[in-house]
């Protein structure tokens, strides 16, 4: 079997990250392959302006990025400006949220890798919120991806406990839409979905104030979890 150098393949390659002012984000793929073509940050913000100057102040300015520094010196901001480049979005959003069309079309043209780590972790998290981004949010990458030209590979980073209450080596096989590792062993997003969108107008019916709203939706997505994920 022909070896795989995860450095290697880096090498010259045009990277769309999502997530990129998360933790996991940060430096890693800089760090370990300077030699990339380009990096695109997938920022949430509502223009060119405003996704750089997040970019900045979120994630190259941060301590994690002191290696880069530390080897770049008085060249890093030069080698950032040359090598990565801030896109405003979101994946809540078809196309990513990405108004630009010629920068979508650019990056459609250009992209090798996708790297998706946008995730909540929060395990108290609203349930409607929880859906749109660690769900559907996953799916709009999906098929951002599917629209790359020359796409190689999707990576995605999924939140912890995914894998149920497994043990030993867990080999990465491939799940069809909405199968799970338990009982039920069927998840209908839509129907998911369709409950949340439910729940919602019921209370905005009766008037209900935000605080509880975001009460009552954190408290379903406990009482979902437990039913259908462990």
Sequence with gaps: MKSFSVLQFLKDKTILVTGATGFLAKKKILRIQ???????????????????????????????????????????????????AAVPGDILYEDLGIKDSNLKEEIYRQIDLVVNVAAITKFDERYDALLDTNTMGA???????????????LVHLSTAYMCGEK????????????????????????????????????????????????SIMKDLGTERFQYRVY
């Design 34 to 84: 300077p030699n990339l073509k380009k990096l695109y940050f997938l920022i949430r913000a509502g223009d060119d302006k405003s996704a750089k100057q997040c970019m900045f102040r979120e994630v190259i300015e941060k301590d994690l990025f002191r290696v880069l520094r530390d080897t770049w010196g008085d060249r890093l901001d030069s080698f950032i400006l040359e090598k990565v």
């Design 139 to 153: 799916f709009h990458v999906l098929s951002f991806a599917k629209n790359c030209a020359k796409i190689q590979m």
């Design 167 to 214: 043990s030993g080596l867990i080999p990465e096989n491939s799940f069809t839409m909405g199968e799970m590792v338990k009982w039920p062993r069927k998840l209908d997003i839509m129907a998911e979905k369709q409950l949340v969108e439910q729940k919602l107008n019921q209370l905005q019916t009766t008037g209900a104030a935000e605080d509880e709203v975001t």
